[in-house]
């Protein structure tokens, strides 16, 4: 069985910083890739920002400049550095992996429970 367990949410003040984690436990043999994703109220879930095994990194355009993915292999564990924040980023984020348990056996994509980011004054 594998897990994903984010934590690092709360509530930030315009323009203020919050770091997320998102780390992975289990049967794992290889992870590909990894993201973040988030939904908010009342609006379907969308990509913020995906980071290859290899670090090559993507972002939304509505995070580009102020968000920063990285992960560390060792740990299996992927990071969203979350810069200047805005009201509008107020949403539940979900982080994203694609696992490998086994030789032989395919990948799946594995989701975390999710944290509560709160952007308000």
């Known amino acids: 069985q594998v897990q994903l367990v984010e934590s690092g949410g709360g509530l930030v003040q315009p323009g203020g910083s919050l770091r997320l984690s998102c780390a992975a436990s289990?049967?794992?043999?290889?992870?590909?890739?990894m993201g973040w994703y988030r939904q908010a109220p009342g609006k379907q879930r969308e990509l913020v920002a995906t980071?290859?095994?290899?670090?090559?990194?993507n972002y939304a355009d509505s995070v580009k400049g102020r968000f920063t993915i990285s992960r560390d292999n060792a740990k299996n564990t992927v990071y969203l550095q979350m810069n200047m924040l805005k009201p509008e980023d107020t949403a539940v984020y979900y982080c994203?992996?694609?696992?490998?348990?086994?030789?032989?056996?395919?990948?799946?994509?594995?989701w975390g429970q999710g944290t509560q980011v709160t952007v308000s004054s």
């Open positions: 980071i290859t095994s290899h670090g090559r990194t």
């Open positions: 994203n992996a694609d696992i490998r348990i086994s030789v032989g056996v395919v990948s799946s994509k594995y």
């Open positions: 289990g049967r794992i043999f290889n992870i590909y890739g």
